[in-house]
């Protein structure tokens, strides 16, 4: 066996049918929905959406069935004389009527399809808003485009992130003490157990961290006596204002490496490192992410964490029957997904089919950089529906043996017969998808036992038996 | 009352106060106050979403088809069409030199795809702006492939929810009239804006069975194309969810001369009400005796339940807020039908002789609000020291974080609460989350204090 095993040619074959033009049962969502969610995960900050009411209604009833918390979204609510006159009056009554009633330290301003398409001039909208006599606790306002006619959810997120670190960024507003002491961390769309995490290892390593954005706690508070109006929790803005003095920056996401982000922005422009890497999901990718703690830490990873580790090779061994061969059907955001595939292959299980509403560029690339020692290499596709998924999966009798991937998945897994393992967001016909772990060993070892005890739930219940012991 | 924006003060009301009553409503919502209230498109969805054999294409960026797909418990006893998502779409390239070419394509290829009865177009926010035709490439789909292509002007800035409905109705319009109306007996009746959540529809359709009135067509629950063309064949229109669908009995009533009368099948009440009024309006004895009997029967089978969960209940408060002003008088006398009391109540698109209404059917002290929001709810919640609050998937998680049981009373449900059998289920699900033992420990019953209670 060769010793460098080479990354093999990622298969493109020609998609099973001429090209739909029509979207048919979507794996996405749209950017402002992802600019909403950053924004709420800046402390004492709301979202806002200029555009249309029911943008903001059907984003909060999306978001909120997932989360199962609050998640107020304001809106400058169009009309159609706004549309035709254009919208600063209705954008200058919103945002003097959710400063009133939410008193907010930040407005986070999204753009929709209709005020992209109308081209609203929100540079200047928000320039002359801002010259307007105020009050000094106004809060700061940051903008950013997210026409839904481009990209996905996971855009409207990533851009959202970028853009709110390239407008409060700040060099040399911090005190010298604290120079190049941390670390920033932007961990793309994940789950608020997930930043809790985050912030966990940033602890244990000794490393103090600007994780951005943190709905950790805004979005998985817990129950109240007194209604917050902004739930508490949050990147601090004097973090966010401190991003480029950090010591390096930590970014998630393989596909997003090609792009402008936030890490890439203050290493361009403030020389802050940036070490990007994929969402740290299963052992090798984790790996990866502690490697780069170390290095930016200069300290071991805690043995906490390397007896997670020993724990879940422990538990790979003992699993592994169950895994060898299994197929698997995997459905996500791109650098969800890319980890999901790094997973799962480093356990036994075949990748057959990866795919994703989004449309990086870089997700077959991925993909195939994390699945080097496939016997059978997977199938890629970006920029997918589910019922194109559907189509590719029967013609090619790809035959999966579960699927796994947001709730969305669950109407093409019955069809299939086989189990729906949920990840990712959203997950809408179950409780709890903001507690869901993926990341690091501890998230693998859940993954991995829910992986396993599914498939042998199946086994139980499909054989006249039912066997006591597995 | 100091959530309550300036702009908004009108739009709450309490009952007993000095101020001589005046509520506004029917208004754009204000910015920046976090309306409920979703869109026009939203308007036009929901009330078109549960005919079963039709296409439903949304034109427009994908957004608006992803937040509707699957959306309402509706359900088919056939073909299940309307639960797939279809959109256009758009891109960035698309808005630059218009959407008509995509949405012909996209429309062809479906059609020839799914074979539906009927397409539904709806138009979003930019298709209004980049002033695509879609009423021109409807019709040359409509020709080509010889069924009704039907836009939906539903572009969502275009005015509030209530504009959507009208849409919606206009759509249908087309429809209605344009089938065979032989063989229709003359007790026959349109069930309109009932949308068999759970399977409502056809408890209500079996109500009417066994009454011996014919069900025309159901608009929309459990909706098929062909019964909605021969919709002006029924003798009557009987008319729930009169904020979606009175412009439609309207203007079946002009076109046709039938006759709609307003009902609601939520509560023991107002069910039984309705099946009178509807038997009372055919003058026909025999049905009216057997609508008796069988109101008799059905209220002996769950009364006994319901007393059960009526002394479990009695005194307790409930706070109301939903779509629609007249599900709320219904919720109103329900909830009074289990010894509770209504301490607020509102909705998102109620007009002047709604909240009149309200009015008087509410006790003193009760809160009344027009088109509210997330923080003037909890307030209110807060205030009132609720047991109960009734809405949607959005007020869900505000009764939830404050500690205080919630009955999804929207088009989400999967529960029928309609009917002799849904105001057991009603009962029941009110029951269930009031009496559970989890709000004993929420910081609003015990504070933060780790002493035991239990």
């Excluded at chain 2, 807060?382 to 974080?401: L, M, Q, S, T």
Aim: net charge neutral.
């Amino acid at each position: 066996m060769s010793s460098q095993p080479r990354a093999p040619k990622s298969r493109s074959p020609k998609a099973p049918r001429p090209n739909w033009v029509s979207t048919r049962n979507p794996c996405k969502a749209c950017a402002p929905l992802g600019a909403a969610l950053v924004m709420r995960g800046i402390e004492g900050a709301l979202p806002f959406l200029h555009g249309s009411q029911g943008c903001a209604t059907y984003m909060r009833r999306y978001l909120i069935s997932h989360f199962r918390e609050p998640m107020d979204i304001a809106t400058s609510g169009f009309s159609e004389a706004t549309t035709i006159f254009g919208g600063e009056a209705n954008l200058r009554q919103g945002l003097d009527n959710v400063t009133s009633q939410y008193h907010p330290s930040l407005i986070g301003i999204a753009t929709t399809c209709l005020t992209e398409t109308i081209g609203e001039d929100m540079h200047g909208m928000l320039h002359e808003y801002r010259a307007l006599p105020g009050e000094e606790s106004d809060p700061l306002l940051v903008h950013v485009s997210t026409p839904s006619y481009s990209g996905t959810h996971i855009d409207g997120f990533n851009d959202s992130v970028r853009a709110v670190v390239e407008q409060l960024a700040q060099a040399g507003e911090t005190p010298s003490a604290y120079l190049n002491t941390f670390v920033n961390v932007f961990p793309g769309m994940v789950s608020s157990e997930d930043l809790r995490w985050v912030k966990e290892v940033c602890a244990d390593f000794g490393l103090p961290a600007t994780l951005f954005p943190d709905y950790s706690e805004t979005l998985d508070g817990p129950s109240m006596e007194i209604y917050k109006k902004i739930p508490e929790g949050g990147t601090p803005l004097a973090a966010l204002r401190a991003t480029p003095s950090a010591k390096a920056s930590i970014e998630f996401g393989r596909t997003i490496r090609h792009k402008r982000t936030a890490a890439s922005f203050l290493q361009e422009r403030f020389e802050v490192p940036a070490k990007r890497i994929g969402m740290p999901i299963g052992i090798n990718e984790s790996d990866i992410f502690f490697a780069a703690m170390e290095k930016i830490s200069g300290r071991k990873t805690p043995e906490k964490y390397t007896r997670e580790r020993g724990r879940l090779v422990d538990a790979y061994v003992d699993g592994h029957k169950y895994l060898f061969g299994k197929r698997a059907l995997v459905i996500g955001d791109e650098d969800m997904a890319v980890g999901l595939a790094s997973f799962l292959a480093e356990t036994g299980v075949l990748p057959v089919l990866c795919a994703s509403g989004g449309k990086s560029g870089a997700f077959a690339r991925s993909i195939a950089e994390v699945t080097t020692h496939l016997r059978e290499p997977a199938i890629v596709r970006e920029g997918v529906d589910f019922m194109t998924i559907a189509e590719e999966l029967a013609l090619k009798e790809l035959k999966p043996d579960f699927v796994i991937g947001s709730s969305k998945a669950a109407k093409l897994a019955r069809e299939l017969g086989v189990p729906l393992i949920r990840v990712g967001f959203p997950i809408h016909d179950r409780i709890g998808g903001q507690r869901i772990l993926h990341l690091g060993y501890r998230g693998a070892q859940q993954l991995f036992d829910l992986v396993v005890n599914t498939l042998l739930e199946v086994k139980q219940d499909s054989n006249l038996i039912g066997y006591s012991y597995l | 009352m100091g959530d309550i924006l300036r702009e908004r003060e009108r739009q709450v009301y309490r009952k007993g106060a000095e101020q001589p009553f005046q509520l506004d409503c029917e208004k754009q919502s204000v910015a920046g106050s976090v309306s409920q209230r979703a869109c026009v498109f939203c308007g036009s969805r929901v009330v078109l979403y549960p005919i079963a054999d039709a296409l439903h294409i949304v034109h427009g960026p994908i957004g608006c088809a992803s937040y509707t797909w699957d959306i309402r418990g509706a359900l088919s006893s056939g073909p299940e069409l309307h639960r797939l998502s279809f959109s256009t779409d758009l891109q960035e390239m698309d808005v630059v030199q218009g959407g008509e070419k995509k949405l012909y394509a996209g429309l062809c290829e479906l059609i020839d795809a799914h074979q539906p009865k009927a397409a539904f177009v709806y138009a979003t926010c930019i298709v209004g702006v980049i002033g695509d035709d879609v009423e021109a490439v409807c019709k040359r789909v409509s020709m080509e492939k010889g069924i009704p292509v039907l836009p939906v002007h539903s572009e969502g800035f275009k005015g509030t929810k209530k504009d959507g409905y009208r849409a919606a109705c206009d759509a249908l319009l087309k429809l209605a009239g344009t089938g065979p109306t032989e063989g229709i007996t003359p007790h026959s009746i349109n069930i309109l804006g009932d949308f068999n959540l759970a399977g409502e529809t056809w408890m209500i359709r079996d109500y009417y069975k066994r009454m011996g009135v014919e069900v025309v067509s159901c608009i929309t629950g459990d909706g098929r194309v062909d019964e909605i063309r021969c919709a002006h064949g029924a003798a009557l229109n009987v008319v729930q969810c009169s904020g979606s669908m009175t412009h439609l009995a309207k203007t079946l009533k002009e076109k046709y001369g039938t006759p709609f009368i307003r009902v609601s099948y939520f509560g023991v009440e107002d069910m039984s009400k309705s099946l009178y009024d509807v038997a009372r309006h055919f003058k026909d004895k025999e049905m009216m005796k057997r609508t008796q009997a069988m109101v008799r029967e059905e209220l002996e089978r769950i009364m006994p339940q319901l007393a059960d969960y009526k002394r479990a209940l009695e005194g307790k408060r409930a706070a109301i807020y939903v779509g629609g002003a007249f599900k709320a008088f219904s919720l109103v006398a329900a909830l009074r039908h289990l010894g509770m009391t209504t301490v607020m109540v509102g909705s998102q698109t109620g007009n002047k002789d709604d909240y009149e209404q309200l009015r008087e059917l509410c006790d003193e002290g009760t809160i009344i609000a027009d088109d509210s929001n997330p923080l003037e709810l909890s307030s209110f919640l807060e205030e009132k020291d609720v047991d109960v609050f009734i809405g949607g998937v959005k007020e869900r998680p505000i009764a939830y974080k404050l500690g205080i049981g919630f009955c999804d009373h929207n088009h989400e449900r999967k529960e029928a609460l309609a009917g002799f059998e849904g105001m057991l289920n009603f009962a029941k699900e009110v029951y269930s989350s009031v009496l559970s033992p989890v709000w004993r420990l929420t910081p609003r019953k015990r504070g933060n204090s780790l002493e035991v209670v239990r």
